[in-house]
């Protein structure tokens, strides 16, 4: 089974962007979705986009609507979270997990280890 | 959207007792519900997709019931390495998907 291997940990001042990578490890993310889920410190659970990269298309929650963008380069096996506008309450553990074949609406497995962010000034 | 609920946030059990985790879903999601476990540092770990099959390498000690709006994880003899958070995930209505907010399962 492919393993998600994401970017290390970030520190980044409020208002910057951070631009956080996930590699398929032995194999290729192929037609399987990817989507981004974040867990802010001693919280649950949030989905924040997810993405097709067979057909290119992406799908955002709307609370994060003009602030992220979800792309993947094939040849690399390797999907992006871009955050832009980052603000004190963006702090959290990023994850990217993938889903179902040429399904974004699904559960998730596997995981990436969790990339830690901190916006602080 | 569609918000999932779970009940209790925390469950305290005696290592070897059973276990039972309530999630509910504010409209019917059929049985496009999914459980997660979380150890703390650790990446979330499928358990149960569609409601109540057990993904791969899952021990059958977990087995998962419910359709529509009720939903149910249940362990049926808790192991050391089971105390853990848990969490439920819909995937009938998106965007967005969405998570309940955990159940804390922990030694009595």
């Known amino acids: 089974q492919v393993q998600l291997v994401q970017s290390g940990a970030e520190v980044k001042e409020p208002g910057s962007s951070v631009k956080v990578s996930c590699k398929a490890s032995?194999?290729?993310?192929?037609?399987?979705?990817v989507s981004w889920v974040r867990q802010a410190p001693g919280q649950g659970l949030e989905w924040m986009g997810g993405?097709?990269?067979?057909?290119?298309?992406?799908e955002y929650a709307q609370k994060f609507q003009g602030r992220v963008t979800i792309t993947t380069d094939e040849s690399a096996s390797t999907a992006y979270l871009e955050l832009t506008s980052l603000r004190s309450d963006d702090t959290a553990v990023y994850y990217c997990?993938?889903?179902?074949?040429?399904?974004?609406?699904?559960?998730?497995?596997?995981w990436g280890q969790g990339t830690q962010v901190t916006v602080s000034s | 959207e569609t918000v999932m609920t779970q009940s209790p946030a925390t469950l305290s059990v005696s290592p070897g007792e059973r276990a039972t985790l309530s999630c509910r879903a504010s409209q019917s999601v059929s049985n496009n519900l999914a459980w997660y476990q979380q150890k703390p540092g650790q990446a979330p770990r499928l358990l149960i997709y569609g409601a109540s099959t057990r993904a791969s390498g899952i021990p059958a000690r977990f087995s998962g019931s419910g359709s529509g709006t009720e939903f149910t994880l249940t362990i049926s003899s808790l192991q050391s390495e089971d105390f853990a958070v848990y969490y439920c995930?819909?995937?009938?209505?998106?965007?967005?998907?969405?998570f309940g907010g955990g159940t804390k399962v922990e030694i009595k």
């Open positions: 993405i097709i990269p067979a057909f290119g298309t992406s």
């Open positions: 997990a993938t889903g179902e074949y040429l399904v974004m609406g699904c559960w998730f497995d596997p």
């Open positions: 032995g194999g290729t993310f192929n037609s399987y979705s």
């Open positions: 995930q819909q995937y009938n209505y998106w965007p967005p998907l969405t």
